[in-house]
């Protein structure tokens, strides 16, 4: 079966492995499982005792015996249900907690590819996954070994009940993986359809300002509702399939019992069996026919782990595997781009081609062109986010996309040229959410943006709740805070990407100050701006244009180029006129 694909031939992985460690818990939730189905027996064996000897002797202190003996052992099998339960669920802890950071931070490494697949889905298709595998459906995956034990004991009581019974199971286990191959196609489509609409909600959502202002909310629902229409078709199409096989499936049961009874009664009619096993037959083959009627009534949630399991599979194979890496000492700052050439997954053409250039410890370089020239790519790569097809980027000899992401996010400021604040305290986000920051360490970093002042302002001060995404703040307010996160611990290289975008005056003033504190404390900055005045503390400018370096040297030597008309294309002078 499909959902079980996930126990065989798998890439190694922390999942994989995680799934390996279950063997254990696994085994002793079996063992439990045997003594709760022998305890069991105490059932029939009971109602055998009850009609077969108390009805016929009439004595009552046999009749209460039996019956606290029998409480007593339903009692004992509970206890041994609820531990198998805990071992399972303890199980899923220990699994969740190996896989669930592994999994958080491979969405990232798919963010960062622009994989259309990274979103919080994931995190979702583990608690699915994880639920299913330690819950109700794992429970009749133990007690379906112990089918064929009831079916023996049925027939050694008699082989025409046996048999009988043997006929139903098979004929109930064939429906059942018939149920399971019809629904699963529209079950699926309707499932991919789910989470594309869900997907395509909650970007709307993340735009609805967008959306509301251009009035696209009517073609944006219709869109939407195309996602919605096919979930809820191949839904339905799946629930009736399931439903019919399912009204077989409880029409055969309660048949066979019913074939059960009538030829328990009829063998009794024969002298060839006591009475008090009419019942004990009939709980027996309700017993070995309980694990399919389970499995059957788990197959959505048995399907849903499978697909869960595959989207995880192909998340974690994606991800960049994480290796131990020695810890560097801090950056003087030292940059070299090495011949780089970038494009990202099914582009057609290189986005950044060839670029080589260096930066001393403590100079600053600017970086203008035109839209589209690759300048916000240049800036992924120069901290490491996107790899190279080929060269490197380097800081201080080291490569910065190899560089342990923690230990270099120490040493780096950056900020991206659409500032997003995390869900906390304006301290929080500046603080980069880091328990090991000191309060005067934020505040030594919005000091240093310029942005302190207006900190004290804000109702709560440091204190004051951002809201999601920063929606309590003004955009040039999440810009400064975004400056100031990035100024946080004095970092030894910085990289601003259109930094003053959002600005005002007084902020672009701020902002300007806080580049050149940086210098003066021996920082290596680099900034990415449309707007060449930023640049007046620049010692190197590069112009960017189609991806390939236009010029590069001494800010003076670049502006004076610049300023040949002849030399300089039109969106070269365009960008100068904003000046």
Known sequence: ???????????????????????????????????????????????????????????????????????????????????????????????????????????????????????????????????????????????????????????????????ASTAGALALLGLALAQERAIRPPAREANDAALKSYAFTEAALRN?????????????????????????????????????????????RMGIQVLVIGIGAALILDHKMAQGMIFANMI???????????????????????????????????????????????????????????????AQRLILANLNFRIEPGEMLGVIGPSGAGKSTLARLLVGIWRP???????????????????????????????????????DNIGRFRDDVADEEVVRAATLAGV??????????????????????????????????AMLGEPAYIVLDEPNASLDAEGEDALLKAIEAMKAKGATVVVISHKPGIFRSADKLLVLREGRIDLFGPRDQVMARLMKPADKPADVRAIEGGR
Request: zero cysteines; proline letters at 6%.
């Open 284 to 346: 027996l083959v309700s017993r070995a026919l309980q694990p399919i009627e389970r499995i059957v009534s788990a197959w959505e949630p048995l399907n849903n782990m499978a697909r869960s399991h595959g989207r995880l599979m192909e998340l974690l194979q994606k991800a960049e595997p994480p290796t131990p890496v020695t810890a560097l000492p801090r950056p003087t700052g030292r940059l070299s781009v090495e011949g780089i050439n970038f494009a990202p997954p099914g």
């Open 452 to 485: 302190h002042e207006l900190i004290l302002r804000m109702p709560k001060g440091y204190d004051t709740d951002v809201g999601e995404g920063g929606v309590v703040l003004s955009a040039g307010q999440r810009q400064r805070i975004g400056l100031a996160r």
């Open 1 to 163: 079966m499909k959902f079980l694909t996930f126990l065989v031939n798998q890439p190694d992985n922390v999942l994989t492995r995680a799934l390996g460690d279950a063997k254990k818990p696994f085994m002793v939730a079996a063992v439990f499982s045997f003594f709760t189905n022998v305890l069991y027996m105490a059932l029939p064996l009971y109602t055998y005792q009850v009609y077969g000897r108390v009805m016929v002797s009439q004595n009552q202190a046999t009749l209460w015996i039996l019956t606290l003996v029998t409480l007593f052992v339903f009692m004992v099998s509970s206890t041994i249900d609820d531990f198998r339960a805990r071992i399972l669920i303890n199980y899923g802890v220990m699994l969740d907690q190996r896989v669930s950071g592994r999994i958080f931070s491979g969405l990232f490494d798919a963010a960062v590819r622009g994989d259309p697949s990274a979103r919080s889905q994931a995190l979702r298709d583990l608690d699915s996954f994880r639920q299913t595998l330690t819950g109700v459906a794992a429970a009749a995956f133990f007690d379906l070994p112990w089918m064929p034990v009831f079916l023996l004991v049925l027939f050694l009581i008699n082989p025409w009940l046996g048999f």
């Open 389 to 427: 097809i080929n060269g490197s980027v380097r800081l201080d000899g080291a490569d910065v996309f190899t560089w342990d992401r923690a230990d270099f996010g120490r040493h780096v400021g950056y900020l991206p040229q659409d500032t997003e604040l995390f869900a906390g305290t304006v301290r």
């Open 208 to 252: 609805g300002e967008v959306v509301r202002a251009m009035g696209m909310l009517p073609t944006l629902g219709a869109a939407w509702a195309r996602h919605r229409q096919v979930t809820i078709e191949r839904g339905a199409h799946a629930s009736e399939k399931s439903n019919t096989y399912t009204d077989i499936i409880k029409t055969l």
